[in-house]
């Protein structure tokens, strides 16, 4: 089993020339391998590996942080969180952490890094500066997934252990509610405009729908057999599913919460992730190329004083 993330238009600083093992700029996927104790980083440009990264023992979950410098990879036999600084794909610090870390995300400030201690019923808060555990904050049995509000107000937590998710208020992490959802609940995942929180319940084959201005549960979709990852569209108008006992995908229109379709995949499917559309290049504008296109005043009309 191997968990992916993908830092996405991670552009290195070119203030100064690169050292020659600096890993040159692009779009990178890390891949948590918790049989082999590594991380694979995937050019996707190619889709080749052009770097693997020895981590601790049973690597499982993957962060980055919001400017792509570090990568946070939770390593659930040791207790630990690599920090891979992905300039140069090295470990630059081990940060110890709660029992079976599993589930982990960055604030959008990319200040601290949650991480939710499965065996532990915590969740422990790294601060990125220092790589110090500032705080560990109790929540329900079995924390698995973790999600942080866009604003970063908040952190949702899916206890699997006790069917519930705990809510942690940032500004002084305290848990300011508690949300029963459904049978085994996995991994949760925010609406872009923060309003709703989809949570997948494994044995109960459902997603919640929690409503996080007063968090209470709108609504249960009924999708297929054991559903695990989860992601929101960045427009926010669709959540998709992986629903691992069946090998499909289902499909949610969040305006109604109702499944509009289920695709076939592979066997297993655990996590999914979907990537931001990139903008077009400018070269795609209908004018470009046309003679006079890059005259010294093409496109700029003279304002009242100019004619």
């Known amino acids: 089993m191997a968990s992916l993330v993908l830092v996405a238009g991670l552009a290195l600083p070119m203030l100064a020339p690169q050292p020659a093992y600096a890993v040159p700029p692009g779009t990178y996927a890390y891949v948590a391998n918790i049989i082999d104790g590594t991380v694979s980083v995937i ?16 690597p499982i979950g993957v962060a980055v942080t919001p400017d792509g410098a570090f990568a946070y990879v939770t390593n659930v036999i040791d207790g630990t969180v690599s920090v891979i600084r992905t300039s140069d794909n090295t470990v630059v610090d081990t940060v110890t952490v709660g029992n079976g870390p599993f589930g982990v995300a960055v ?11 499965r065996f532990a019923g915590t969740v422990s808060v790294i601060r990125t500066s220092d790589n110090t555990v500032v705080d560990t904050v109790t929540v329900g049995n079995g924390p698995f997934g973790v999600a942080v509000t866009p604003d970063g107000a908040f952190v949702y937590v899916a206890n699997f ?15 300011v509610d508690t949300v029963t959802v459904g049978d085994t609940p996995q991994e949760v995942a925010v609406t872009p405009d923060g309003a709703f929180a989809y949570v997948t319940n494994r044995f109960a084959g459902t997603v919640s729908v929690i409503r996080t ?13 054991e559903p695990f990852g989860v992601a929101v569209t960045p427009d926010g108008a669709f959540v998709y599913v992986a629903n691992r006992a069946d090998g499909t995908v289902s499909v949610i229109r969040t305006s109604d ?4 379709d289920t695709v076939t995949v592979g066997n297993g499917p655990f996590g999914v992730a979907i990537a931001k559309p990139q903008p077009k290049p400018h070269h795609d504008r209908p004018d470009h190329g046309k003679p006079g296109h ?13 004619a």
């Open 257 to 260: 919460n109702t499944v509009v």
């Open 43 to 58: 050019d996707t440009a190619t889709n080749n590996v052009v770097d693997t990264v020895t981590v601790g023992n049973s």
């Open 161 to 175: 252990a006790d069917d519930t998710v705990s809510v942690i208020r940032t500004s002084d992490n305290t848990v």
């Open 213 to 225: 201005s007063d968090n209470t549960v709108v609504d249960t979709v009924t999708v297929g057999n």
């Open 107 to 117: 604030t959008p400030d990319g200040a601290f890094v949650y991480v939710a201690n």
């Open 294 to 306: 890059d005259r010294p005043g093409h496109g700029h009309r003279p304002g009242p004083h100019q």
